[in-house]
């Protein structure tokens, strides 16, 4: 029987003298600096994007309608997330999961300089770029965070709940520095500064690597070499294609920004039912692996639902919090693009004390199931807190307090940490063997798919009245959460090993 991911031999496992870091692997601080400086850089950026979007031309923006700018913006995280799937595949097949996350970090720094230069064409690159390099990233760092614990390590939970509070600590510093710069200086002074934060994450992250897993090239899945040339050559033939085609419509007229946004949401929702069917029937799966996928379809599920919410944080939220909301507290004026680095704070404060909360209770905290349905009833709830500030308001030019928002992303932040940290925990245990990286590069796809959905209802934005919108989305997260809560007897019986 193939052995689960975390089990499986490496020959450059760090020494056990090593293995220290708040009482977790030393490679945990390692991975957890690398998050810091992607997040900052990424959620940097992110924070200030849809205003770019938005922006009239003459102020150095792109000149969009806001829901077309929260769909445009929707339609590029959802490239991001589904580029990861071929991230995973890459690690698992042939580069290894230290060599994806190292190149994924150098496609994510060009991409960030390229956005620096202030030109459309500049900024289009520079999203691809970032784009692929985040497919490579993303899926394999929490990857590797798996693979620093033994299967019956209960530290486990606690581990992914601190590199989450590591990861916000960027998700936090991001927006106050890019939107500060790009709010006060110009857009590309915050895109900049991405650009320099991605640069200090890979310094450190090859400065530590001698304390990481799969520095030795790919796992137990890896192709033979002459079908790793194979599939080099059609990826780089596939990749010319369709640049080749790109330039081609778009010389004709034919790719526009609509296309390319309800493109993305079709391939989103067809790849994961693909995906799916694909690991199911695998003969590298066993019968037992196959077993657990089966409630990870639900949790995937809870997954799209609960990122639906928190991907608007920096899509029409952000929108709200520019156009319709107080830009100060007690006296203290700020950019509305800190009103993400919000999100971030609560996420760095919050996660210590649920992992804290974890160790404590030990074999009497909840299931896995019942944090994640946790979550995402508090997601909703964040929406469904933006109705009342927001009835029989008309117009553009009414403003509701501050703290509004802030407790929308209070309990936002809650919810991420709650189903983030227990769903990436669960798919590392859950994950077949020969499928390590993918099956996170699969949870990543969720959120391929919570943006793609998205990127077609966010376009409602500044359509419909404020309380209608928010209380829809609001109320679709709740029932999601509570249907989650019914199957938790199913869950933890077909979920083991995951407690």
Excluded at 17 to 28: C, E, I, V
Aim: aromatic letters at 10%; glycine letters at 14%; proline letters at 5%.
């Amino acid at each position: 029987m193939a052995q689960p991911v975390a089990e499986a031999v490496r020959k450059d496992d760090p020494p056990a003298g090593r293995r220290s870091f708040l009482g977790q692997p030393k490679g945990l601080g390692i991975l957890s600096g690398l998050e810091i400086w992607e997040r900052f850089s990424f959620l940097g950026m992110q924070a200030i994007l849809v205003l770019y979007f938005a922006d009239t031309v003459a102020a150095g923006g792109l000149g969009m309608a806001p829901g077309e700018a929260a769909s445009v913006t929707a339609g590029y995280g959802t490239l991001v997330y589904l580029v990861s799937v071929a991230g995973g595949w890459l690690a698992d097949r042939i580069l290894g999961t230290y060599r994806a996350v190292l190149w994924g970090g150098v496609l994510i720094a060009c991409g960030h300089y390229a956005m620096a230069v202030p030109a459309s064409a500049a900024t289009w690159a520079g999203l691809g770029l970032i784009s692929a390099g985040t497919g490579l990233l993303k899926p394999n760092v929490s990857t590797m965070v798996g693979q620093l614990y033994r299967p019956e390590d209960r530290r486990r939970d606690a581990g992914f709940a601190l590199y989450y509070m590591a990861i916000n600590v960027g998700a936090f510093l991001g927006p106050l520095i890019a939107g500060w710069l790009g709010q006060g200086k110009g857009w590309h002074w915050g895109f900049s500064a991405a650009a320099v934060g991605m640069t200090l994450g890979l310094a450190q992250y090859v400065a530590g690597r001698r304390n990481l897993p799969g520095r030795e090239g790919a796992g137990a899945g890896v192709l033979p070499r002459q079908a790793r040339r194979r599939a080099g050559r059609l990826i780089g033939g596939g990749l010319l294609t369709l640049a080749a085609a790109a330039v081609l419509l778009g010389s004709t007229g034919r790719l526009t920004l609509g296309l390319v946004v309800n493109a993305l949401t079709l391939i989103a929702a067809v790849a994961p039912a693909v995906y799916f069917t694909v690991m199911f029937k695998s003969p590298r799966v066993t019968a037992e692996e196959r077993g657990r996928l089966r409630p990870y379809l639900v949790l995937f599920a809870a997954s799209v639902v609960f990122n639906m919410i928190l991907f608007q944080a920096y899509s029409t939220m952000m929108l709200l919090a520019t156009n319709n909301t107080e830009t100060s507290i007690l006296g203290f004026g700020f950019p509305s693009s800190w009103f993400a680095s919000a999100l971030g704070a609560f996420e760095v404060a919050l996660a210590p004390a649920v992992a804290a909360l974890w160790v404590r209770l030990g074999r009497r905290q909840p299931h896995a199931s019942k944090k994640i349905a946790l979550g995402v009833l508090l997601g909703g709830l964040s929406f469904l807190a933006m109705v009342a500030p927001t009835l029989g308001r008309s117009g553009s030019d009414w403003k509701m307090a501050a703290w509004w928002v802030v407790l929308s992303y209070l309990l936002l932040g809650l919810g991420d940490v709650l189903l983030q940290t227990t769903g990436l925990s669960a798919s590392t245990r859950l994950a077949p063997a020969s499928f390590g990286s993918q099956t996170m590069a699969v949870w990543f796809l969720s959120m391929a798919l919570a943006n793609g959905i998205q990127a077609q209802t966010v376009k409602l934005y500044g359509k419909i009245p404020d309380p209608a919108y928010f209380g829809l989305n609001g109320t679709a997260a709740v029932v999601a959460g509570l249907a989650v809560l019914l199957a938790g007897p199913w869950l933890k019986r077909t979920m083991h090993p995951v407690h």
